[in-house]
């Protein structure tokens, strides 16, 4: 059974970081790229980041390029989310995913359908 376990989040000012992390079990954790997701109140689950199975492609969504930053460490199964100079806006329920297809050529997906296992989430507030 595939297990996700997100932590690192909280409570923070504006301007801010966090670094989440999550932890994978239960597969070939360096055959799959991971994506992270995030879903604030009473909004849709966007898209925020991705790394390629390899760690060598990262993709992130406009709005946090230059302030996110995705990252693995394959021999510990574990993916991160380095997030600096955090804005209210980044309010948010963060999940981390796999990717469904090993080995995936080009980029790691955007969409939440072409992601197959996913965590329980880490909250994170942003404070004005």
């Known amino acids: 059974q595939v297990l996700l376990v997100e932590s690192g989040g909280g409570l923070v000012q504006a301007g801010g970081s966090l670094r989440l992390s999550c932890a994978a079990s239960?597969?070939?954790?360096?055959?799959?790229?991971m994506g992270w997701f995030r879903q604030g109140p009473g909004k849709e689950r966007e898209w925020v980041a991705a790394?390629?199975?390899?760690?060598?492609?990262?993709n992130y969504r406009e709005s946090v390029k230059g302030r996110f930053t995705i990252s693995r460490d394959n021999a510990k199964n574990m993916v991160y989310l380095q997030i600096d100079s955090l804005k209210p806006e980044d309010t948010a329920v963060y999940y981390c995913?796999?990717?469904?297809?090993?080995?995936?050529?080009?980029?790691?997906?955007?969409?939440?359908?072409?992601?197959?296992?996913w965590g329980q989430g880490t909250q994170v507030t942003v404070s004005s």
């Open positions: 995913a796999t990717d469904r297809r090993p080995y995936r050529v080009g980029t790691v997906p955007q969409l939440a359908y072409e992601y197959d296992y």
């Open positions: 239960g597969l070939t954790f360096s055959s799959y790229g």
């Open positions: 790394i390629s199975w390899s760690g060598v492609t990262t």
